[in-house]
């Protein structure tokens, strides 16, 4: 599996980004794929992953403003994030763990920076 993420870059409080990690080797069906962020001097956290294809879940920090999808024809999986805040800034990981074997990958990270 690889990835590569794209898309990041610096915005203003309330704007938006989309970030974008193309992948090869893997059937979405079988994969949980999503994305990571870590600030400055802080723990790498989920922001928001979909499973299987269809089933996303999110960080309660970016519920209702952050967007993961799939195209499954470009095999890309997009993060569209809305409303930034400062607080959004960091390094993006894009992951993708599958489900029936040990296989978990990571991107090489994108950075977001959210400052006026």
């Known amino acids: 599996v690889q990835l590569l993420e794209s898309g990041g870059g610096l915005e203003q409080p309330g704007g938006s980004l989309r970030l974008s990690c193309a992948s090869s080797?893997?059937?979405?069906?079988?994969?949980?794929v999503g994305w990571d962020r870590q600030a400055p001097g802080k723990q790498r956290e989920l922001v928001a992953v979909?499973?299987?294809?269809?089933?996303?879940r999110y960080a309660d920090s970016v519920q209702g403003r952050f967007n993961v999808s799939i195209v499954s024809a470009k095999n890309t999986v997009y993060l569209q994030m809305n409303s930034l805040k400062p607080e959004d800034t960091g390094v993006y990981y894009c992951?993708?763990?599958?489900?029936?074997?040990?296989?978990?990958?990571w991107g090489q990270g994108t950075q977001v920076t959210v400052s006026q």
């Open positions: 080797g893997i059937i979405f069906g079988l994969y949980t």
């Open positions: 979909i499973a299987g294809g269809d089933r996303t």
């Open positions: 992951n993708a763990k599958a489900h029936f074997t040990t296989e978990n990958s």
